[in-house]
């Protein structure tokens, strides 16, 4: 089973912590067993980590899922930085069309589409993607992810029921005290969480990191 068949498997619930900028970091989430990390390639964002910065990802090769966040890019840099070996998946957190991650199915290069959720109707056109999983975020334009904020779960439970066959990943003000509801109601494949195992934007708290992990009963 490869990382990402691992990440996404439905009989339990993996982590991704999100927004990581340094290797040491990254280690310490290996020995504590997470199962993907993100990191921010978007220049707006509190947790971004500029490309030619990024080297360190190769580190984690064959250790960790690594997944690269992006917004609104062009296609480009991803594909680049996938075939220099550093990241094994794109995150799509943007408004990207299903144009948009056109290149990407025709490179067969794995992708998730991120989704702010704020209705039903909302969700209506995720799955035209072709994504390899899709993660229902709060919906914050604008800011795109890492707000803390959480959305309805009840709309991500009615994605889950429509979608069985769908990877679903969880994102949105998800900290250690209701990481267990998160994965006992939704059932997604994985949690995101970024802000939630934070000192600061960026420098992960390593308690609250372990907290979530016993909480979704890992």
């Not at 594909?79 to 948009?100: T, Y």
């Not at 250690?176 to 949690?191: F, G, I, S």
Request: hydrophobic share 50%; glycine share 10%.
């Amino acid at each position: 089973m490869t990382h990402l068949e691992r990440f996404l498997d439905s009989s339990f619930v993996s982590l991704k912590i999100c927004g990581i900028t340094r290797l040491a970091d990254a280690r310490q989430l290996v020995a504590l067993g997470v199962d993907a990390l993100g990191v921010n390639f978007w220049p707006m964002s509190k947790r971004y980590l500029p490309p030619a910065s990024a080297a360190w990802l190769l580190d984690l090769a064959g250790r960790m899922l690594r997944v690269g966040v992006f917004v609104n890019a062009p296609a480009e840099l991803p594909l680049r930085l996938v075939h220099e070996g550093l990241l094994d998946v794109i995150q799509l957190h943007g408004d990207e069309s299903v144009a948009d991650a056109a290149p990407y199915r025709a490179a067969n290069i794995p992708f998730i589409k991120a989704i702010g959720v704020n209705s039903r109707a909302g969700l209506a056109h995720a799955t035209d993607y072709g994504a390899a999983a899709i993660l229902l975020d709060a919906y914050a334009p604008g800011v795109y992810g890492g707000t803390g904020e959480a959305f309805d779960w009840d709309l991500a439970i009615q994605f889950r029921d429509q979608h069985p066959g769908i990877p679903i990943i969880l994102a949105g003000g998800i900290v250690p005290e209701n990481a267990a509801q998160a994965a006992q109601r939704v059932k997604p494949a994985a949690l995101d969480v970024a802000s939630g195992a934070e000192l600061a934007p960026g420098i992960k708290d390593f308690g609250k990191v372990q907290a979530i992990l016993a909480n979704v009963n890992r």
